[in-house]
Each structure stands twice: as structure tokens, then as C-alpha cells.
């Protein structure tokens, strides 16, 4: 099994190879625990930043000492980040597992904000094996640390489902903490946790030196030896790249363009069976224009843009759904509409803006998706069915264009 020196070095270096570098906790400035000087190998310029003040005093005075200036110390709250959106190449953790559960999908959704395309989050943390859950028992006897990692593992997963991060999940690595003698050994383990329990007296202190020297002593020769004291430590890199389009709000500038792509889409889709003249009365660029003022100021759905080199090329309307076709509603959020210029389709552009609506949706608290769609729309309906959404027996057989249509649903998960 490869150490973690050798796996950042001959497997995590080229993703580190970066202009500026984020670290979130660094620790206090020790390599253990903390992997920030090493980190200062790859990248031109790294910030690091703990919220934890006494860290980062420390932090500084370590990287002082050793003359590395090209590390940044910064205390600051990993979930309210007080950088700018598109400020670092990286962002890398390696006592994410320690934060607050209930804030560690707040940390990474700062993390994917003040990230650049293509976007890399890199995670080396303690196994769920590792000794470090037993003892950090000596702290906490109520904390269940191999759990705790196990939770974090699926924060992760589920934000890199939510926000299209790629996870690659590299080989288990070693990390060696080697002491110079037994005293320093079990001083040094007593500083791991400081933050979660200091002792209180001489007395507390001899029996915390006794418990950790007791669970170490009922660790195989892989975990504990001469001394040495090795972690298995996981390592993923979540990955994101460039989407196909942005997708953001529409303001007022976008009015013409809005217009002429509904109205257009409208022609190209549904032109077989609904007359030009039908949809130009439905579909009045001029008329389109004239409401899009009081369409942008609604409280019961939001229009977004699809952009692509700063250039429109679709549109999407979400919101509280328009059409109550039955009884009931609670927690419908609808996709009201969504359209793709023509020579733009079946390029991944539709299954990106679905992704956006279902997070959109959810995050609004909506718990169902709805939408509608033509009947004799067989391309549309194939491409919802591939993307989880379900016909329903909900059906208007006699709309004002004479083109039937129904529901379909999709549950928010």
C-alpha cells in the first residue's frame, strides 16, 4: 500500500499543479493532520484557512519557521467563505470529516462557488478503519468517529449528484506518524483533539495518556509499532467541468430574444399539427415582448436564460404549477416550460437544463415535478421517460390548438 506522502505526490500532484489553491482546516500547522506545506509544493499560491483562531496562529508561526511563503493563513468560517465566486483552481480537505455534519453540504457548495471550471475538490481523510476512531473515544466517548466518517463519505456523494461532480476514488494510501519516543507519542495524540476535549488536571490528564496507550497497544503491528502510529486514509477527487450552457435568471435585455425563441421553437416543434397562424396568435412576439416585464416580477415561477458564449439559445420557466389537474397539489413544483433552438438539441443541453430544474425545484421545497407535454410530441416524450418522468392519467384531450396533451410527473427524491 502506497503512503499518503506517495499518493499526493505520484497520483494528487497534477490536480495540485494550480495558480491558487484553497485548503479548508489547516489543522495547526503540523503535518499531522494537515497536509498544507506539502500542498505549497504544487500550487503557485495557497490559502488556508481554519476558523479555529489558535490554529491559525500557530499555523502561521510554522510556516514562518520553515520560510514557506507562498501559504496564506486566514481564520474563516469554511461554510461563509469570503471569496469571490471563480477566486481558486483547487479546493482540498483532509479533516473535512470533522466538521459539523450539519454544515459540511454548506462547505461544499461554497467550495463549488468560489471555484473555476474546471472545477476539483480533492478529499484525503481517515479511513473508517483507521485507528483514529478508536482513539478519538478517549476524547468523546460518545462519538462514534467510523460512523461519522461514513456520513461524510455520503454528504459528498450526494452533493456530487446534486451539483455534476464526476468522483474518482483513488487507491487507500498510508499515512506514517513516526515519534521519537513513547512521551512524545502519547503527547502528540493527546494534541490531536484539543479542540474537542483538553484534560483538566494533571490527574485527568495521566488517565487520558493511559487509555490512548492501552487502545494502541490492542492494535495489530499494522496499526501501531516502534513508535509509529499509521492511518489508512481515503482519497476522491470530485471533478466538474464546463457545463454546455448557463443557465441564469433572465432580465428585461433578454426580452427580444425570449420571444423569438418561443415563438420559434413552438414553429419548429409543433408545426405538423398546429397551424403557423395558431401559434403566432398564441405565441405574438409582440406580445410576448409587451408581458415579459410582468412575467420577470411573478412570485410563483422564475424564467431563466440558456446562454452559451454569452449568446441565448434557449429558455426555461419553473415555478408553482400553472394548471390544477387534480385534487391535489401540496408540493408540485412545475417545469411551465422549456425550449432549445433547433440546431442545439441533442447535444446534452436538455438533460443539463432538467438537472437544473430538478435542483431548482427542490431547493424551492417542492417534493413532485410536473410537466406538460404533446401527445404526438414522441421525441420529447422518450426524452422525459430517459430522464425519470412517468405519463400520468391526467390528459387535456381538447386544448385551444387542438393538440392533445398530458401530464407526466417525477418524484423529488
Not at 482546516?25 to 490559502?47: D, Q, R
Not at 484557512?49 to 501559504?71: F, G, L, M, R, T
Not at 462514534?144 to 487507491?171: E, M, W
Not at 494534541?191 to 490528564?205: F, L, Q, R, Y
Amino acid at each position: 500500500m502506497k503512503k499518503d506522502r506517495e499518493m499526493l505526490e505520484k497520483k494528487l500532484s497534477r490536480f495540485m499543479r494550480v495558480d491558487n489553491l484553497l485548503e479548508l482546516g489547516c489543522f495547526n500547522g503540523s503535518e499531522l493532520g494537515g497536509y498544507t506545506s506539502m500542498l505549497s509544493k504544487y500550487a503557485k499560491h495557497v490559502v488556508a484557512i481554519d476558523i479555529d483562531n489558535k490554529a491559525v496562529e500557530s499555523a502561521k508561526a510554522v510556516y514562518n519557521s520553515k520560510q514557506i511563503e507562498n501559504i496564506e493563513v486566514i481564520q474563516m468560517n469554511a461554510a461563509e467563505l469570503k471569496f469571490n465566486d471563480n477566486s481558486f483552481d483547487c479546493v482540498t480537505s483532509s479533516s473535512f470529516h470533522e466538521m459539523y455534519p450539519s454544515i459540511q453540504m454548506d462547505i461544499l457548495k461554497e467550495a463549488d462557488r468560489v471555484l473555476k471550471y474546471p472545477k476539483r475538490i480533492i478529499f484525503m481523510e481517515p479511513h473508517e478503519k483507521s485507528v483514529t476512531c478508536q482513539l478519538f473515544k478517549v476524547f468523546d466517548p460518545k462519538e462514534d468517529h467510523s460512523q461519522r466518517i461514513k456520513n461524510t463519505k455520503q454528504v459528498i456523494i450526494n452533493f456530487a449528484k446534486q451539483y455534476g461532480y464526476k468522483i474518482k476514488k483513488l487507491t487507500n494510501s498510508l499515512a506514517i506518524n513516526q515519534f521519537d519516543s513513547k512521551e512524545e507519542l502519547l503527547n502528540g495524540m493527546l494534541g490531536w483533539w484539543a479542540d474537542i476535549h483538553v484534560p483538566n488536571s494533571e490527574n485527568e490528564k495521566n488517565i487520558m495518556l493511559g487509555e490512548i496507550e492501552n487502545k494502541l497497544k490492542k492494535l495489530s503491528p499494522n496499526y501501531y509499532k516502534n513508535n509509529q502510529v499509521n492511518e489508512f486514509i481515503w482519497s476522491w477527487v470530485l471533478e466538474k467541468e464546463r457545463p454546455l450552457v448557463d443557465i441564469v435568471k433572465a432580465t428585461i435585455y433578454d426580452v427580444r430574444d425570449y420571444a423569438k425563441i418561443l415563438n420559434q421553437s413552438w414553429k419548429d416543434t409543433y408545426g405538423k399539427y398546429i397551424s403557423k397562424n395558431q401559434i403566432d396568435k398564441e405565441f405574438n412576439i409582440k406580445k410576448l415582448i409587451e408581458s415579459f416585464g410582468i412575467d420577470l416580477k411573478s412570485d410563483d415561477y422564475e424564467i431563466f436564460m440558456l446562454k452559451q458564449n454569452n449568446k441565448n439559445i434557449g429558455i426555461m420557466k419553473l415555478g408553482k404549477y400553472e394548471d390544477k389537474y387534480k385534487t391535489d397539489m401540496k408540493g408540485v413544483g412545475e417545469i411551465l416550460s422549456l425550449h432549445i433552438g433547433n440546431k442545439y438539441l441533442n447535444k446534452g443541453i436538455g438533460s443539463q437544463a432538467l438537472k437544473f430544474a430538478y435542483n431548482y425545484l427542490k431547493g424551492k421545497g417542492y417534493s413532485a415535478i410536473c410537466l406538460w407535454t404533446k401527445k404526438q410530441n414522441y421525441n420529447a416524450i422518450q426524452f422525459y421517460k430517459k430522464h425519470g418522468y412517468k405519463i400520468t392519467e391526467y390528459a387535456n384531450d381538447n386544448p385551444i390548438d387542438g393538440a392533445p396533451s398530458f401530464v407526466m410527473e417525477k418524484a423529488i427524491e
